[in-house]
T-cell receptor, first 112, second 112 residues
Framework: DGGITQSPKYLFRKEGQNVTLSCEQNLNHDAMYWYRQDPGQGLRLIYYSQIVNDFQKGDIAEGYSVSREKKESFPLTVTSAQKNPTAFYLC???????????FGPGTRLTVL | QKEVEQDPGPLSVPEGAIVSLNCTYSNSAFQYFMWYRQYSRKGPELLMYTYSSGNKEDGRFTAQVDKSSKYISLFIRDSQPSDSATYLCAMSANQAGTALIFGKGTTLSVSS
């Protein structure tokens, strides 16, 4: 059953802690993306990767980091430098040369 | 002026109504247009994909693009309570696997 999985579904973090959100896809897609969604804000791009071992900053990359060591995986770390990390985080992927993105179910991060 | 404008609603209609959802954009380079449906606390799912101007129909859904006016629409015929969701428009200028530009979404509620 092909798709994108994100874990965990809900995540709670204390201020000052780093936390890593998982994103895995078995669609054989080359490109992967991380978005943040806040109420009334739409989707904002954090990072994206078009190929293994390469990634680019999006519009709101400050306070976040990513890695792309495997084609199937694109984890996102929310660092303590991110001032307002409470949000719904969405991972997406697309085939090389296309712009149609498919989304995972999301992770809701709450900072306590 | 924001790149993509979308009325957030909420839009409330009775079951069976025809729904019209719209986005305007400012970048004349956009060629690829998508509509996503997002249920509460879920990831967006691709609903419609259109290239350049014209109409595309899929069941009860019709996507319309007017590049001369920089205006796209999604029509839902015979709306159902299960159509209650947030609808996001998205667009891009090329197929290079770069990020999409999203509208903020319109929340639709269909009452039975």
């Amino acid at each position: 059953d092909g798709g994108i999985t994100q874990s965990p579904k809900y995540l709670f973090r204390k201020e000052g802690q780093n936390v890593t959100l998982s994103c895995e896809q078995n669609l054989n897609h080359d490109a992967m993306y991380w978005y943040r969604q806040d109420p009334g804000q739409g989707l904002r791009l954090i990072y994206y990767s078009q190929i293994v071992n390469d990634f680019q900053k999006g519009d709101i990359a400050e306070g976040y980091s990513v890695s792309r060591e495997k084609k199937e995986s694109f984890p996102l770390t929310v660092t303590s430098a991110q001032k307002n990390p409470t949000a719904f985080y969405l991972c997406a992927s697309s085939m090389s040369g296309t712009d149609t993105q498919y989304f995972g179910p999301g992770t809701r991060l709450t900072v306590l | 002026q924001k790149e993509v404008e979308q009325d957030p609603g909420p839009l409330s209609v009775p079951e069976g109504a025809i729904v019209s959802l719209n986005c305007t954009y400012s970048n004349s380079a956009f060629q690829y247009f998508m509509w996503y449906r997002q249920y509460s606390r879920k990831g967006p799912e691709l609903l419609m994909y259109t290239y350049s101007s014209g109409n595309k129909e899929d069941g009860r859904f019709t996507a319309q693009v007017d590049k001369s006016s920089k205006y796209i629409s999604l029509f839902i015929r015979d709306s159902q309570p299960s159509d209650s969701a947030t609808y996001l428009c998205a667009m891009s200028a090329n197929q290079a696997g770069t990020a999409l530009i999203f509208g903020k979404g319109t929340t639709l509620s269909v009452s039975s």
